[in-house]
C-alpha cells in the first residue's frame, strides 16, 4: 500500500501529493509517466513524498504526459520555498545541490558557500550590502548556513570534492581566531570523512580554470550540471558538449592538486598558525615561498 503523503507539510509536499494525484488519476505508473524523459523513477518518487524538486524540463513533460498545466506552472512555487535568503539565479543549484550524487568545486577566491562558518559567511554577505536592512542580511546569512546541513541531517549526502588555492588560505577576511575556525571547520568534515579538499600549491604554475569558478553536479538519474557564478549573476550549463569540456578542465585541475592527505596538513597548519596570532602582513614569506 502506497504511503500517505502529507500535502500539508510544505509546498513540496503540497506538489508530490498533487502529482501523485494526477497521476493516478490517469492510471499511469511511475515508469510509464517517466517515459520519454530524461529522468528515472526514483526522482518522480522522490518528488511525490517532497523531497526532491521537479525541474522545469520534467515539469514540462508531466503536464504534458498528465494533460495538465499544473507543474509548469507551480513548480516555481516549490523554488521560492526553499530560495529564500538566496538570489533568484541560485534557484536551480540550490535544488540541485540536494539530489546530487556528486558535487565537485573549484573555488579559486573565496570559501565556497557550503563550508562557511557563520562568522565568514555574515562577512562575505555583508560586504556589499552596507544600505540593506539587517533582518535582510540576517535571513541569507541563515539560508547560507542551512545549505551547509546537507552535511549533517540529510538523508542523501553527496559526495563533495573541493579544490582550492593554497593562497586562499592565507586570505584573512576575518581576524586569526575566526580564521582558524573556519579553516577548523573545513579539517573536521574531512576527517570526518564528509567532504574532500584538495589545494593547490602557489608555485604549481598555470593551471587550467584559472580564470573561473566552477561547480559540477552529477545525477543518478538526471544529466549533469554545471554552474559559474560571477558578483551578481550565476550561469547553469547543461549542453553536453559543454559540461564534457569543463569537466575534463576540472579533472586536469584536480591532477595538479596536493593529494588528500597533504592538502589536509597544509589547511591544519594554516589554522595553527591564525590560532598564534598569525596575520598576513606579519607572515614570514618562507610560508608561501
Known sequence: MAKEIDGSAGVPQFYGKELRYQREAAGLT??????????GIAMLSAIEHGGRGMPPDLAAHVDHKLGTDFFVRRCKDVQEARR??????FARVLEAERQALTIEQWSPTVIPGLLQTEAYARTVIGVERLRELPEETEEKVKARLARAQIFEDSPHTPEYWLI????????????????????????ALVTRGRIFVQII?????PHTLMQSNILVLDFTDAPPLVY?????????????????????????????ASPLEASLAM????????????????LVRRDLA
Open 164 to 187: 582550492l588555492p593554497e593562497a586562499l588560505l592565507w586570505h584573512a577576511i576575518l581576524p586569526p581566531q575566526q580564521m582558524a575556525e573556519q579553516l577548523d571547520h573545513i579539517a
Open 201 to 205: 600549491p602557489w608555485n604549481s604554475g
Open 84 to 89: 529564500k535568503g538566496h538570489a533568484e539565479y
Open 30 to 39: 511511475l515508469e510509464k509517466l517517466a517515459e520519454g524523459s530524461y529522468y
Open 228 to 256: 559559474m557564478e560571477g558578483q551578481h549573476h550565476g550561469q547553469t550549463v547543461d549542453d553536453p558538449g559543454l559540461v564534457k569540456q569543463y569537466r575534463r578542465s576540472y579533472d586536469l585541475l584536480r591532477a595538479v
Open 267 to 282: 589547511i591544519k597548519a594554516a589554522a595553527e598558525e591564525y590560532r598564534n596570532g598569525a596575520h598576513p602582513a606579519r
